[in-house]
């Protein structure tokens, strides 16, 4: 078999995207429809890695789920390659296609919250910081990730780890119920009692099954003011402070959720200008529960080693949220690993000590998230979400601004991650995965989650229509 040479690609979009097949679709599409050669295009196919470069055919800017599933059916009827973009946050930008067709949900941004029943039903362009801030004004939040531009479909549809985990769970374990438009174009409520087929896919799972419209969760009461912000150490301290670090978390209580960021201490405007740039430990700290309670459970960690800075104080939990945004920032070029830990041994501390400031940028970091609590306590065959036993999720971040140290930067990830691999569980968070292959994907889920979700896939798309994920093939 001949492979279709890229001009052969491009020509076959040309034709199937012709503007008669256009017209068709514009009587069943409410939203904007966008092509190679509008000037809203480049716009429009950018997603948050500025190193992804892809060339859709057609974004489709969906209102709501009528244009949902119009587009949909457009795709299939012309066997378009389809790809389904929330946050647009994915670093492996999958939220973007080259030809085919984009089902771009950024408009669609009605939540609404019921104060009482602490429920909020939320559409899926939503962004962590915009979901913030309308539950914050009752009192309540659902857990979500810990940078505010991040989409809320896409890191709930993973799992979604952030500040509020340990005392709440996952962002899926918060999930009530969900709209999916199902590859043939039909709309289904996926619950404990409708779907549960799907409802356990969908959390964890990603975006395999369908396009989720809206997105029922439970909410908790937090804050709006809690103790939460940051400690910094030398880096020339590390071993001394990740070992302080583990045995305090280990007794840590569940209304503490950590990370520790091991880099160059970014240009931030609470940091004392002397330590920009310099070689740090970063602890993050967010207690969610009673600030005086907050400030009991941390004072050890405050006390311990004499820290550089120390900015934890009673915050706006919105505004703790946007706190690492600055060290995120749109259109850099991004390369992750990955690994889940079950713990942080002696051995995997002297790894992270001597390498992880290798980076060839400053701008690049290993982040270690904190997991256990309510996350360790849920049943782990209760969704597709893996892996509950981990103790950490570490995460190797190059990142660039100029192209030309891409592949430098590349070569450090790959260098850091194959030595962290030997202390790995065998698990990898799907949400932290770049464009890694088939056997990453299974990696992730283990044998028998993953044969369990490639059943639910033959069920629910058994043609592989979404297939721009961390796919499992039916
Ligand atoms: C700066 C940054 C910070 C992050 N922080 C965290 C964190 O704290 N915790 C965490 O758990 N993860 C975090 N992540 C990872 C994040 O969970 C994933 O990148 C996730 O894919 C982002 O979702 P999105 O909707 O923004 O992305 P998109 O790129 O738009 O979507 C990613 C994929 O999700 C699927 N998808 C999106 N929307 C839908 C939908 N409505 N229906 C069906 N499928 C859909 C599609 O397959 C799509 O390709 C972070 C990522 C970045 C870039």
């Known amino acids: 078999m001949v492979a279709r ?4 690609t491009e020509r076959r979009d040309a034709t199937v995207l012709d503007d008669a097949a256009l017209v068709d679709l514009a009587q069943h599409f409410r939203g904007a429809l966008i092509r190679p050669g509008d000037t809203q295009y480049d716009a429009a196919r950018a997603v948050w890695n500025g190193a992804i470069d892809r060339r859709p055919g057609l974004v489709a800017r969906c209102t709501g789920t009528a244009d949902v599933r119009a587009a949909v059916r457009f795709a299939r009827e012309r066997g378009l390659l389809v790809a389904v973009r929330g946050g647009g946050h994915n670093v492996a930008g999958s939220a973007v296609c080259d030809g085919g067709l984009v089902i771009d949900l950024s408009p669609m941004k009605g939540l609404w919250v019921d104060p009482a029943g602490r429920t909020a039903r939320a559409q899926p ?3 962590w910081g915009e979901f913030d801030r309308e539950t914050q004004a009752f009192g309540l939040a659902a857990p979500g990730g810990i940078i505010t531009h991040t989409g809320i479909a896409g890191l709930t549809l993973g799992g979604g780890l952030g500040w509020l985990m340990r005392r709440h769970g996952l962002a899926a374990d918060n999930v009530l119920s969900a709209d999916v438009v199902t590859a043939d174009g039909d709309v289904v409520r996926a619950s404990a009692e409708e779907h549960a087929d799907l409802f356990w896919g969908l959390r964890g799972g990603g975006g395999n099954f369908g396009v989720v419209t809206s997105f029922e969760y439970r909410l908790h009461p937090v804050g709006p003011v809690v103790l939460a912000g940051v ?14 670090y583990r045995d305090f978390i280990a007794t840590a209580p569940d209304e503490l959720t950590t990370i520790a960021v091991l880099r160059m201490a970014p240009p931030a405007p609470f940091l004392p200008p002397a330590v920009h740039g310099q070689p740090v430990v970063v602890i993050g700290a967010c207690y969610a529960g009673a600030v005086a309670d907050g400030e009991r459970a941390l004072a050890p960690l405050r006390r311990f080693g004499a820290p550089l800075v120390d900015v934890i ?7 703790h949220q946007a706190l690492f945004d600055p060290t995120a920032p749109h259109g850099l070029g991004y390369y992750w690993k990955s690994e889940y830990v079950p713990a942080l041994s002696d051995a995997l501390i002297d790894t992270l000590a001597e390498r992880a400031w290798g980076v060839v940028t400053p701008e690049s970091y290993t982040i270690i ?23 950490h999720a570490v995460n190797i971040d190059a990142v660039w601004s100029e192209p030309a140290r891409a592949s430098a930067c590349i070569a450090w990830t790959r260098e850091l991650w194959e030595a962290v691999r030997p202390h ?14 088939p056997d990453r994907v299974r990696a992730a889920y283990g044998e028998a989650k993953y044969e ?3 059943a639910l896939k033959r069920k629910y798309d058994p043609t592989n229509f979404f297939r721009m994920n961390q796919n499992v093939r039916p």
């Open 5 to 8: 040479s890229a001009l052969e």
């Open 125 to 127: 362009g939503l962004l």
């Open 231 to 244: 400690l910094l150490h030398p880096a020339a301290k590390a071993r001394e402070i990740l070992s302080f």
């Open 313 to 319: 104080r009673p915050t706006p939990y919105v505004s």
């Open 369 to 391: 998230f904190h997991l256990g609590g309510a996350v360790g306590r849920q049943d782990p065959e209760g969704s597709a979400f893996e892996d509950r036993r981990a103790a």
């Open 424 to 437: 790995s569980t065998g698990r990898v968070y799907v949400n932290f995965l770049g464009e890694e292959g």
């Open 452 to 454: 369990r979700l490639r």
